[in-house]
Each structure stands twice: as structure tokens, then as C-alpha cells.
């Protein structure tokens, strides 16, 4: 049984490419603030300490933010054109999966206002 109302697979594959794009758009805009931050920091954003956790050298953080953006562009550019196929059981994993990693991240993210 699928979550999905049932469209032909062309229409339904692009549809989600749309969504995406649009997700991807906003982590385009979240990477570019944090890249503007650390070049020539702006007054209305967060300071640049507030979006670089450390864990990773800020190089290495923009070129994997890098290699995710060209990555997804890749996927979202064939989910539109039609040439990749909506897969629904691999997309309930990822679906699952990216809810676990949302959940640990919101945890995480609660956890460190309670240490300031």
C-alpha cells in the first residue's frame, strides 16, 4: 500500500523533483548565509560562531555543502526530466531514515540551548 495517490510515475517522479527544488532552494539560502557570515558578516544574521559547530574545519563543511547541493541538483534535474523513477519502498527508508536524522538533530539542537 502506498502513502502516494497514484499518478503515472513520469508525473509523480516530477512532482516530488518540484518539492525538492524547493527544499533545496532553502538549504542554498541557510549554506550562503553562513558563507556570507564568514566573508563579510551582516548585522541581521546570526554571528558566524552560531552556525559553524567546529566539528568540521568550515573548508571541508562548504565543499561537502558543496558536493550535497550538486548531488541533489543531479537527482531533482532527473526526477524532473524523467530519466530517475520514484522508487516508493527505497523512498519510505530514506522517508524514515531522514525523520531519524531530523529528530537527533532537533534533539541536539535543544540540548545546546540548555548549555547556554
Known sequence: MSLLPEYPQTTRSSKYGYVLSMLLAL??????????????????????SAWQSGALPYGMLLASQVLIV??????IWGLIHGTINVASRKG??????GGIYFGIMILRLVIGLDRK
Open 27 to 48: 538549504f542554498c539560502v541557510r549554506v550562503l548565509a553562513q558563507l556570507i557570515q564568514a566573508v563579510y558578516p551582516l548585522s541581521f544574521l546570526p554571528a558566524f
Open 70 to 75: 550538486g548531488f541533489c541538483t543531479t537527482v
Open 92 to 97: 519510505s527508508w530514506y522517508l524514515y531514515g
